[in-house]
């Protein structure tokens, strides 16, 4: 699986957007780009997955660049329930490698 | 409905007992994931499982730990002559199918302290 890159911390205002960088330059045309957050003491959960084209859902954006080398996650209007660590994640077969994430800090 | 769920959430053991974690998935997910998480990391594959198989266990860390899924629902962890470095949250994750694009389901984790 393909290695990603991402800031050991971010930090954004409460209602203000955030994005949320991710490198992936070793990714192959058949990996898939997930992203997944993690609120303290609780186990991951999904927050958006693309593969070649942009992708919305209720949660967030994802942009993908047009070379597939990087990605951003998009938070519109970040609240101080956003406050997690994020985790991008490039993968073709069944499990997931998870690296350290971006921890986001959300001030009020 | 019911998510991912995982007992117990503490075990607190001594080194060199055996322990078991269990971990009952989504109803209907055919594909179950072992993750275990260490202090301030991402947390890192032990073992998939596509229904009753073991089809990825290269992320087991040595020949103390061993899973099952019997019956291709409820899974078990099991680490026999447990060390203080096994100390970790163990994340159990489902998912409908094993396909790169499903989305997996994690529990909130067990969290094993070996004295």
Known sequence: DAKTTQPNSMESNEEEPVHLPCNHSTISGTDYIHWYRQLPSQGPEYVIHGLTSNVNNRMASLAIAEDRKSSTLILHRATLRDAAVYYCIVNYGQNFVFGPGTRLSVLP | ?115
Do not use: M
């Open chain 2, 1 to 115: 409905g019911a998510g991912v769920s995982q007992t117990p959430s503490n075990k607190v053991t001594e080194k060199g007992k055996y322990v078991e974690l269990r971990c009952d998935p989504i109803s209907g997910h055919t594909a179950l994931y072992w993750y275990r998480q260490s202090l301030g990391q991402g947390p890192e594959f032990l073992i998939y499982f596509q229904g009753t198989g073991a089809a990825d266990d290269s992320g087991l860390p040595n020949d103390r730990f061993f899973a099952v899924r019997p019956e291709g629902s409820v899974s078990t962890l099991k680490i026999q002559r447990t060390e203080r470095g096994d100390s970790a949250v163990y994340l159990c994750a489902s998912s409908l199918t094993g396909f790169a694009y499903n989305e997996q389901f994690f529990g909130p984790g067990t969290r094993l302290t070996v004295l």
